[in-house]
């Protein structure tokens, strides 16, 4: 009889959990977000609001810390706080977080100190210090920190790699910064040759460095684009945006890639550098 008992409760509960994981995956959706099952995991969950859920706030985080087995989760280009990331103290099965381009700051980062399972984390162009980086010490699994475009200085990732001794983290290079050496500007310009996405000439799949140049990416397209660069490790990485009829003058480094997309991040095609200085030319 207590055998049964322990039976009918144990179906229950599980019956509960499937409503409960039913309900806030619904209202996952109905904010824009993405819910993937992760491919060899029973009932584990990949949530992305990158594309369609970029108003998420602090609020929509609730639902998300509904759903106990959640491995992966893109919150880049949201708009969620500091205050918002204690909802996600409880999803201790974590491995991959983007918090990219959001608005979080040092006490953000203290809400994850319990995520242990935390294998990849993405700070790019978040208002993070140093102090961010004493709250991360202790995730011995964490193995790629991307801090591109942060107030984290050489020091404060010194220290981290002195406890963190096998991650791998990335500060990242800020083209705009480049002092060129002196060369004169060709005239006439050269053209880069445009390689429409899905066309049959692809592009490198990551850029290399070399000698300093100068590109103008002209937009002759009717809409706004964005221009991404494609760093070492083959991600991209956003510059800025240029406008119809518009143009952008930017420093690079030949057999750099440049990718150019809509305002929504999708490729249209892409550049590749040389060493001339050169027009890179968007079509309409």
């Known amino acids: 009889m207590i055998r049964l008992l322990l039976f009918l409760i144990s179906i229950s509960n599980l019956t509960l959990g499937q409503t409960v994981d039913q309900s806030a995956i619904e ?11 992760s491919p060899g995991g029973d009932n584990q969950w990949e949530i992305q609001f990158q594309l369609r859920g970029r108003n998420l706030n602090d609020a929509g985080l609730e639902d998300v810390a509904k759903l106990k087995n959640v491995i992966e989760l893109n ?21 991959r977080l983007h918090l990219e381009r959001t608005a979080i700051d040092d006490t953000g980062i203290a809400h994850l100190k319990g995520l242990t ?7 790019y162009n978040t208002r993070i210090t140093d102090k961010a ?4 010490s202790d995730l011995k699994n964490l193995q790629q920190l991307y801090l591109w475009q942060t107030d984290v200085t050489d020091l404060g990732i010194a220290n981290l790699k002195k406890k963190l001794p096998s991650i791998n983290i990335v500060k990242g290079i800020d083209l705009s910064t480049v002092i060129p050496v ?3 500007e060709p005239k006439p ?10 066309g049959n000439e692809k592009p490198p799949e990551k850029s290399f460095t070399g000698e300093f140049t100068i590109i103008r990416f002209i937009n002759k397209r009717n809409k706004p684009v964005k221009l991404f660069w494609i760093d070492y490790g083959g991600k ?4 800025g945006m240029i406008n119809p ?15 150019v997309t809509d305002e929504q991040e999708m490729p249209l095609g892409y550049f590749v550098t040389g060493s001339e200085f050169a027009r890179a030319i968007i079509p309409k």
């Open 182 to 184: 002196k060369k004169d």
């Open 75 to 95: 919150l880049r280009d949201t708009k969620i706080t500091s205050a918002g990331l204690t909802h996600l103290k409880g999803l201790v099965k974590l491995t």
């Open 117 to 123: 399972k935390l294998q990849y984390l993405n700070l």
């Open 133 to 136: 980086l004493e709250h991360l």
């Open 189 to 198: 310009e050269h053209d880069l040759k445009w390689l429409p996405e899905g």
């Open 27 to 37: 209202s996952i959706k109905k904010n824009g977000g993405l819910v993937l099952p």
């Open 236 to 239: 991209p990485k956003l510059y």
């Open 245 to 259: 009829n518009a143009e952008r003058r930017q420093n690079t480094y030949e057999d750099a890639v440049w990718m």
